[in-house]
Structure formats: structure tokens, C-alpha cells
């Protein structure tokens, strides 16, 4: 079968750094991308890794292994914007599959 | 430039009717797809359109339809409504079948 593992929920203080961590075991794999989606709305795309390494886009860094089927989202001087639920979607066969979403709750 | 945009917003049916959805890609993306959205769960794929044709299609039952028009824009059908097809109805549009997906605000549909 295929599946995405990433924690349901994590909680972080404002200004920290938060690590989210994506396992997966899919048939085919082209790349991992991570969404964030606020209560009710649309998923929007963070970052995308196909190969391995760290990807940087401001705040946000993303790091894939192939070789460990893992990948982690990595968010800096965390703000209260940042509350929302974060996934990890697999590029596989054309298709993206995702993971059941982080939660990432944000105390002052 | 607009967006993904996604009509109706928000729908109620009952079980057993059917529902149309429908969706417009971002200008110059000429791929849409399809996701159902549970309450508290990731994003489930439905099927994927491109060039007017249905190319890829996840683990969904016939009463799931959809349509590419040449405009690009898509709908998706669904018959025989259940309890259980409530869900929010994300559309995804590309540039091509393997770019990234930028995806609609949804449909919010609910069964009674």
C-alpha cells in the first residue's frame, strides 16, 4: 500500500523553530511537496524536493532523504500566521498523495 | 491574474441526487485535478484531466465523473449521493501534468 506518516499535531512558542517530519512509502516516487492550509481554506504550496537535500524559501526549508523515505519541514521565527495544519504529499504516478496533516498550533 | 476558481461555494443535496461541480484553471495551466477533502484528513485524488481526457484516477467509485472542457476548465459529477461524499471538493490546477498544483478556495458539499 502507499502511506504518509507525519505527526497529528505539534505546538510551538512564537519566534521558535519547528520541525514537521514526513515518512512515506509509496510506489513511485518523483518528489515530496508540502502545503499549508488554514481552517477552511485552500491548500497552498510551500516547497517542493525532488532530490535529496535542504530546499530554502525564506522562512521555510525543506529537506528530503530518498534513501530514508523521509523528508521534514523546517519553520523559522515562527509566527502567528503560521497556525494552520501542514502536509506532506508524495509525487507519485502522476498523482500527489498526502498525509493526513500536521497541526501546528502556535502559543505567544 | 485570477487564480483557480472554484463554483458553487457551498452546496446541500440529499442522498441520492446528483451534483456538478465546476472548476477554471489558473491562466495558462492547462491540467486540472481533482481531490475530495474529509473533515480532519488530507486531500484524497480523485482523477486528473488533461488535453480533455481523464488520465490518472485514484481509488473512486464510478458515481465520480468528470469533464475537461477545451477552455480548459473542468467539472466534476457525482451520482447516487451518500452520507459519506461530504467533504470539502478541491480543484488543482497545473502547467502540466507533472508541475505544481496550485490549488481552488473548494466546494463544501453536504449530504443530508
Known amino acids: 500500500g502507499q502511506s504518509l506518516e507525519q505527526p497529528s499535531e505539534v505546538t510551538a512558542v512564537e519566534g521558535a523553530i519547528v520541525q514537521i517530519n514526513c515518512t512515506y512509502q509509496?510506489?513511485?516516487?518523483?518528489?515530496l511537496s508540502w502545503y499549508q492550509q488554514h481552517d477552511g481554506g485552500a491548500p497552498t504550496f510551500l516547497s517542493y524536493?525532488?532530490l535529496d537535500g535542504l530546499e530554502e524559501t525564506g522562512r521555510f526549508s525543506s529537506f528530503l532523504s530518498r534513501s530514508d523515505s523521509y523528508g521534514y519541514l523546517l519553520l523559522q521565527e515562527l509566527q502567528m500566521k503560521d497556525s494552520a495544519s501542514y502536509f506532506c504529499?508524495?509525487?507519485?504516478?502522476?498523482?500527489?498523495?498526502w498525509g493526513a496533516g500536521t497541526k501546528l498550533i502556535i502559543k505567544p | 491574474d485570477a487564480g483557480v476558481t472554484q463554483s458553487p461555494t457551498h452546496l446541500i443535496k440529499t442522498r441520492g441526487q446528483q451534483v456538478t461541480l465546476r472548476c477554471s484553471p489558473k491562466?495558462?495551466?492547462?491540467?486540472v485535478s481533482w481531490y475530495q477533502q474529509a473533515l480532519g484528513q488530507g486531500p484524497q485524488f480523485i482523477f486528473q484531466?488533461?488535453?480533455?481526457?481523464?488520465?490518472q484516477r485514484g481509488n473512486f467509485p464510478d458515481r465520480f465523473s468528470g469533464h475537461q472542457f477545451p477552455n480548459y476548465s473542468s467539472e466534476l459529477n457525482v451520482n447516487a449521493l451518500l452520507l459519506g461524499d461530504s467533504a470539502l471538493y478541491l480543484c488543482?490546477?497545473?502547467?502540466?501534468?507533472?508541475?505544481?498544483?496550485?490549488f481552488g478556495p473548494g466546494t463544501r458539499l453536504t449530504v443530508l
Open positions: 488543482a490546477s497545473s502547467a502540466s501534468i507533472t508541475d505544481t498544483q496550485y
Open positions: 491562466s495558462g495551466h492547462d491540467t
Open positions: 484531466y488533461y488535453e480533455e481526457e481523464e488520465r
Open positions: 509509496t510506489s513511485g516516487f518523483y518528489g
Open positions: 524536493n525532488a
Open positions: 504529499a508524495v509525487e507519485s504516478n502522476y498523482q500527489l498523495i
